[in-house]
């Protein structure tokens, strides 16, 4: 019995600490979905994923009826305030600079359980003043902790 004292004592301490790393917020940024939309604004006429990405091409070729663009971000986020979460899209576009990208910002709501979802349009004067997209970069912040991060290839 003697034995199991030192490994229960320890196993203590492992928890204790695990427990004191876990209570720090953390967040994570999932999938980001960006899509353009139609004049109507919508990104698919059907809800198959097969449909979305042939409409999709579809939008990419006739560029004359695209009327704005969608940000579908999926996130998780643990032990955070809720006035404090905010996502931000970053846009490299012909009309930014990497320096100077165009930003948008759109505060969050911490809700408990599985991953959420948060959308963030670019359409109207936005979406004509942008130009074409070349990259993106989405964040997830916790007032100005940074709790995580995405970016397109070319960001």
């Given at each position: 019995?003697?034995?199991?004292?030192?490994?229960?004592?320890?196993?203590?301490?492992?928890?204790?600490?695990a427990t004191t790393v876990a209570a720090?917020?953390?967040?994570?940024?999932?999938?980001?979905?960006?899509?353009?939309?139609?004049?109507?604004?919508?990104?698919?006429?059907?809800?198959?994923?097969?449909?979305r990405d042939a409409y999709q091409f579809?939008?990419?070729?006739?560029?004359?009826?695209?009327?704005?663009?969608?940000?579908?971000?999926?996130?998780?986020?643990?032990?955070?305030?809720?006035?404090?979460?905010?996502?931000?899209?970053?846009?490299?576009?012909?009309?930014?600079?990497?320096?100077?990208?165009?930003?948008?910002?759109?505060?969050?709501?911490?809700?408990?359980?599985?991953?959420?979802?948060?959308?963030?349009?670019?359409?109207?004067?936005?979406?004509?003043?942008?130009?074409?997209?070349?990259?993106?970069?989405?964040?997830?912040?916790?007032?100005?902790?940074?709790?995580?991060?995405q970016k397109s290839f070319l960001w």
């Amino acid at each position: 019995m003697t034995t199991l004292r030192p490994w229960f004592l320890g196993l203590l301490i492992v928890l204790g600490v695990a427990t004191t790393v876990a209570a720090e917020p953390t967040g994570k940024i999932v999938k980001v979905l960006p899509h353009l939309l139609d004049a109507q604004g919508r990104h698919t006429v059907s809800p198959s994923l097969f449909d979305r990405d042939a409409y999709q091409f579809h939008l990419r070729t006739h560029r004359d009826l695209v009327s704005g663009a969608r940000f579908d971000i999926q996130w998780k986020a643990r032990r955070v305030r809720a006035a404090n979460l905010k996502m931000r899209l970053e846009l490299l576009t012909t009309t930014s600079t990497k320096d100077r990208p165009l930003v948008f910002e759109q505060s969050i709501a911490a809700r408990s359980g599985m991953g959420r979802w948060v959308k963030i349009p670019v359409v109207g004067e936005d979406y004509e003043k942008a130009g074409e997209l070349i990259a993106w970069r989405v964040s997830l912040w916790n007032g100005d902790a940074l709790l995580s991060e995405q970016k397109s290839f070319l960001w």
